[in-house]
């Protein structure tokens, strides 16, 4: 309801051309234009090509694809809050989160590889915590097969897909460090490790395949990402729960994430505690090494539809926030902060800037003209 009925409220704008335009080619156009753009790896461009020649090239078709993936994002979180061990309650409230983040909501509508990457961010930790905690099930096999094939269409779609598996790599070494049976430590490191490496291999093939082909000109496609700071990481609250576009509602977001980030540490939040690993790291990470390598680099890499590979544990610790106060204040503070999130998010999506109504070239452009 808050995706479909808007497919074809907005005029495909530019990105979202180009990502048709590329997607129309022929296989070997399609590889080479995508690594000269630089910005993305072919991953996304090759699926929305299949996507078209299974449909067409209508809007309301084309973005159906991120819509699909911005939907099954929540039950995909909801899974996830279960395999953490979050109660129903948690689990379900996480999912109503994203159903309603202003920054789902806008990638779910734009034909662009977000949504997707925030899809399979979301099954990639769901998987990592299972490969690392039930290793004697009848799928374990199964899951680490499918946890190494979700990375490696992760870091194809977006290379910040490749902070996902850095992230879900980190938590299971933190948790092997308190494995209550000695024995699964090392098999908690070794199942992570394996499963990341062909997402490495293919990440790093990637990579060198940009650079030859790109010569000297390597990085200069992102040179238009504004520097950031601390107002710019602290502005990224009001991407994951909406602020009705106000500074009170802003510095509420803010403390409120905030908050969702310290409550692992609590006394009296145990399931989030037992999530810690998994859900900070997914959180954390990826900030602090967008953030390092804008100040090392002196090239900012920070920008917030990249970092939808954050959301999924964001909300998640959002939503654990209710099931840790006290028994007789946990209706009413899921109430609310269900309300809010409802309320907020509906007016962000209400107030987002129109895009160029670029639609209008598209014909022609895949064409050929």
């Known amino acids: 309801l808050w995706r479909f009925p808007w497919?074809?409220?907005?005029?495909?704008?530019?990105?979202?051309?180009?990502?048709?335009?590329?997607?129309?080619?022929?296989?070997?156009?399609?590889?080479?234009?995508?690594?000269?753009?630089?910005?993305?790896?072919?991953?996304?461009?090759?699926?929305?090509?299949?996507?078209?020649?299974?449909?067409?090239?209508?809007?309301?078709?084309?973005?159906?694809?991120?819509?699909?993936?911005?939907?099954l994002t929540v039950p995909a979180l909801v899974a996830l809050a279960r395999t953490v061990r979050c109660d129903w309650g948690t689990a379900l409230l996480a999912g109503l989160l994203a159903a309603i983040s202003p920054?789902?909501?806008?990638?779910?509508v734009e034909v662009r590889a977000y949504a997707p990457v925030a899809l399979l961010a979301t099954i990639s930790l769901t998987l990592a915590v299972r490969v690392a905690t039930d290793p004697h099930a009848p799928?374990?096999?199964?899951?680490?097969?499918?946890?190494?094939?979700?990375?490696?269409?992760?870091?194809?779609?977006?290379?910040?897909?490749?902070l996902v598996v850095a992230a879900r790599v980190l938590a299971a070494l933190l948790v092997s460090r308190r494995a209550v049976n000695g024995a699964d430590a090392p098999r908690i490191r070794r199942d992570a490790i394996l499963t990341a490496i062909p997402a490495a291999l293919a990440l790093a093939a990637g990579i060198a395949i940009v650079i030859m082909h790109a010569s000297d000109r390597v990085g200069t496609n992102a040179s238009w990402i504004p520097v950031a700071d601390a107002t710019t990481a602290l502005s990224f609250a009001s991407q994951v729960v909406g602020t009705f576009g106000t500074r009170a509602g802003a510095?509420?977001?803010?403390?409120?994430?905030?908050?969702?980030l310290i409550l692992p540490f609590g006394r009296r939040a145990p399931t989030a505690r037992e999530a810690a690993p998994w859900l900070l790291s997914a959180a954390l990470l990826p900030v602090v090494i967008v953030l390092g390598a804008s100040a090392l680099t002196g090239r900012s890499l920070w920008v917030a539809r990249y970092l939808?590979?954050?959301?999924?544990?964001?909300l998640l610790l959002v939503a654990v926030i209710p099931a840790a106060l006290p028994r007789s204040w946990r209706t009413a503070a899921t109430t609310l902060l269900a309300g809010?999130?409802?309320?907020?998010?509906?007016?962000?999506?209400?107030?987002?800037?129109?895009?160029?109504a670029w639609s209008r070239i598209v014909p022609a452009l895949t064409a050929g003209g």
């Open 7 to 71: 497919l074809t409220a907005e005029d495909l704008w530019f990105d979202e051309v180009f990502s048709v335009v590329l997607a129309s080619q022929d296989l070997g156009e399609l590889i080479r234009r995508a690594l000269g753009d630089q910005t993305n790896p072919p991953g996304f461009y090759l699926l929305l090509s299949g996507w078209m020649r299974l449909g067409s090239v209508d809007e309301w078709w084309i973005r159906t694809l991120p819509a699909l993936a911005g939907t």
């Open 103 to 108: 920054l789902l909501l806008a990638m779910s």
């Open 139 to 162: 799928r374990a096999a199964r899951d680490r097969g499918l946890l190494a094939a979700t990375d490696v269409a992760l870091v194809m779609l977006h290379y910040f897909g490749a």
């Open 251 to 260: 510095i509420g977001v803010g403390a409120l994430v905030l908050l969702a």
């Open 308 to 314: 939808i590979v954050v959301l999924p544990a964001l």
């Open 340 to 356: 809010w999130a409802i309320a907020a998010g509906t007016l962000s999506t209400g107030l987002r800037q129109q895009k160029p």
